[in-house]
């Protein structure tokens, strides 16, 4: 069981005795969870050790990200907030997640992770990262929601009555209709107002418990939770019409993309005359990834884990970062993440990538996810976001490239205007990452190294 894990399960606890009492009385507010008292933030609290194996990293040792499997019976990945690296996480190091639940909701909470690091021979810690996620509780659904609707199933042409056909197909669709298959097709949690009031009756009502800050530093995580929420909430309805069209455009066009048409000689452009550095299109940092979604990547409500997402979105970015690059590269952030829509066992995810921006040393890489329902070939754009990654020195070593990176050259009008709106997405990832590090500093964080990453790379 992760941090993550441990610390929504403490979370959603009934209360004992007094949850119980009401659901034997049957009363209109059986189904209801309502603790007895508000949750401090105590129970809520943990720390995980971990040590890093090779298999969480990259061929020198390095791990990308650090992207790691979040979310538990019952609550889902809402969104994800900016994620700034200020240090390398490695095969040599011991990796130590602290986690907590800031603030809660009716239905929702803000979850505060920290990853700091130790190494295995010196024991110096090193701070690493700070992500703050939102989830959303769902109530599990009670067996007959899962059973009471059949599948849709292909419309066939009629069949001669008593036919071997007919009595082969009938016998086929109540095959199908029992099969945990059908089960998971035939329930969808409420997406929709409509969707919720038709399925109210089926399933329980949310409050989660309260939590009560008791010091000064979770007091001021407290109040901050809620300043975050509020800046998410006003983003959602701010007029972003133009930034939404120019990305809708954009994967609009990569979806016609094909990997195979990153070698085409239309895209081999000639070295710079100016000072003779390659140069590369951005339909050349073309990459994409199809996944199937496991039972290992989702939780008891068949719903994938955001972080599975994040890890499989990583690690396309980091092949088109690469691609470009040709030289090692490691995560510096992620951009706020939204999950607009949900995906399930058996659906099948395509990530597809492209750099958008390229720096001194480092380089933006736009990152979206379609989902596929297998059953019904809809297909559906899910999420999207903005990594950040830096060209490492060839040699064994975590100092960044010296060498100027190719030139990119947008190949349209729309490829341009994504590219020139990368300056200002960098100039606010800065910010962010100076802020971080001054509130790290507040909070009394041992890290022996943040002065000299917070660095603008």
């Given at each position: 069981?992760?941090s993550?894990?441990?610390?929504?399960?403490?979370l959603?606890?009934?209360?004992?005795?007094?949850?119980?009492?009401?659901?034997?009385?049957?009363?209109?507010?059986s189904?209801?969870?309502?603790?007895?008292?508000?949750?401090?933030?105590?129970?809520?609290?943990?720390?995980?050790?971990?040590?890093?194996?090779?298999?969480?990293?990259?061929?020198?040792g390095?791990?990308?990200?650090?992207?790691?499997?979040?979310?538990?019976y019952?609550a889902?990945?809402?969104?994800?907030?900016?994620?700034?690296?200020?240090?390398?996480?490695?095969?040599?190091?011991?990796?130590?997640?602290?986690?907590?639940?800031?603030?809660?909701w009716?239905?929702?909470?803000?979850?505060?992770?920290?990853?700091m690091?130790?190494?295995?021979?010196?024991?110096d810690?090193?701070?690493c990262?700070?992500?703050?996620?939102?989830?959303?509780?769902?109530?599990?659904?009670p067996?007959?929601?899962?059973?009471?609707?059949?599948?849709?199933?292909?419309?066939?042409?009629?069949?001669?009555?008593?036919?071997?056909?007919?009595?082969?197909?009938?016998?086929?669709?109540?095959?199908?209709?029992?099969?945990?298959?059908?089960?998971?097709?035939?329930?969808?949690?409420?997406s929709?107002?409509?969707?919720?009031?038709?399925?109210?009756?089926?399933?329980?009502t949310?409050?989660?418990?309260?939590?009560?800050?008791?010091?000064?530093?979770?007091?001021?995580r407290?109040?901050?939770?809620?300043?975050?929420?509020?800046?998410?909430?006003?983003?959602?309805?701010?007029?972003?019409?133009?930034?939404?069209k120019?990305?809708?455009?954009?994967r609009?066009q990569?979806?016609?993309?094909?990997?195979?048409?990153?070698?085409?000689?239309?895209?081999?452009?000639?070295?710079?005359e100016?000072?003779?550095?390659?140069?590369?299109?951005?339909?050349?940092?073309f990459?994409?990834?199809?996944?199937?979604?496991?039972?290992?990547?989702?939780?008891?409500?068949?719903?994938?884990?955001?972080?599975?997402?994040?890890?499989?979105?990583?690690?396309?970015?980091?092949?088109?970062?690469?691609?470009?690059a040709?030289?090692?590269i490691?995560?510096?952030?992620?951009?706020?993440?939204?999950?607009?829509?949900?995906?399930?066992?058996?659906?099948?995810?395509?990530?597809?990538?492209?750099?958008?921006?390229?720096?001194?040393?480092?380089?933006?890489?736009?990152?979206?996810?379609?989902?596929?329902?297998?059953?019904?070939?809809?297909?559906?754009?899910?999420?999207?976001?903005?990594?950040?990654m830096?060209?490492?020195?060839?040699?064994?070593?975590?100092?960044?490239?010296?060498a100027?990176?190719?030139?990119?050259?947008?190949?349209?009008?729309?490829?341009?205007?994504?590219?020139?709106?990368?300056?200002?997405?960098?100039?606010?990832?800065?910010?962010?990452?100076?802020?971080?590090a001054?509130?790290?500093?507040?909070?009394?964080?041992h890290?022996?190294?943040?002065?000299?990453?917070?660095n603008?790379?």
């Amino acid at each position: 069981m992760n941090s993550l894990t441990a610390a929504l399960t403490n979370l959603f606890r009934r209360a004992p005795d007094s949850a119980e009492t009401t659901a034997d009385r049957g009363g209109p507010d059986s189904l209801v969870w309502r603790p007895e008292i508000p949750l401090s933030k105590e129970p809520s609290q943990v720390t995980m050790t971990e040590l890093v194996l090779p298999s969480h990293c990259d061929g020198r040792g390095f791990c990308l990200g650090a992207a790691k499997k979040h979310g538990v019976y019952p609550a889902v990945t809402r969104s994800v907030d900016a994620v700034h690296f200020l240090g390398p996480i490695t095969t040599q190091n011991i990796v130590i997640i602290q986690a907590s639940v800031n603030r809660a909701w009716k239905t929702s909470m803000e979850v505060g992770v920290r990853v700091m690091t130790e190494e295995l021979l010196s024991a110096d810690q090193r701070y690493c990262c700070h992500a703050y996620l939102t989830f959303v509780a769902l109530p599990q659904p009670p067996l007959t929601t899962l059973t009471s609707s059949q599948p849709h199933l292909p419309s066939q042409p009629p069949l001669p009555q008593g036919s071997a056909q007919t009595e082969d197909a009938a016998a086929t669709r109540a095959v199908l209709s029992e099969s945990l298959a059908a089960r998971r097709y035939s329930f969808s949690l409420p997406s929709s107002k409509s969707d919720s009031k038709l399925n109210a009756k089926h399933l329980p009502t949310i409050q989660l418990p309260a939590i009560e800050p008791t010091t000064s530093v979770e007091m001021e995580r407290y109040n901050m939770a809620q300043s975050r929420r509020e800046t998410r909430l006003q983003q959602s309805k701010e007029a972003k019409e133009e930034e939404d069209k120019l990305l809708s455009d954009v994967r609009d066009q990569m979806r016609r993309w094909n990997v195979t048409q990153t070698e085409s000689p239309n895209l081999k452009l000639p070295p710079s005359e100016d000072d003779g550095l390659p140069r590369m299109s951005i339909q050349a940092t073309f990459a994409e990834s199809v996944q199937l979604v496991l039972p290992q990547h989702a939780n008891s409500l068949s719903i994938t884990f955001g972080g599975q997402v994040m890890k499989w979105m990583e690690n396309v970015a980091a092949v088109s970062a690469s691609r470009f690059a040709r030289v090692p590269i490691v995560t510096a952030s992620i951009d706020s993440l939204q999950f607009h829509r949900k995906t399930m066992i058996g659906d099948c995810l395509t990530m597809r990538s492209v750099v958008t921006r390229v720096f001194k040393s480092s380089m933006e890489i736009y990152v979206f996810v379609d989902s596929e329902n297998l059953v019904t070939g809809k297909q559906t754009f899910t999420n999207e976001a903005f990594f950040s990654m830096v060209a490492l020195q060839p040699t064994p070593s975590l100092q960044p490239m010296k060498a100027r990176l190719p030139y990119l050259v947008p190949g349209s009008d729309l490829e341009t205007a994504l590219s020139d709106a990368g300056e200002k997405r960098r100039l606010r990832r800065l910010q962010q990452r100076h802020e971080l590090a001054e509130r790290e500093i507040q909070f009394l964080v041992h890290s022996p190294s943040i002065e000299q990453t917070t660095n603008p790379i």
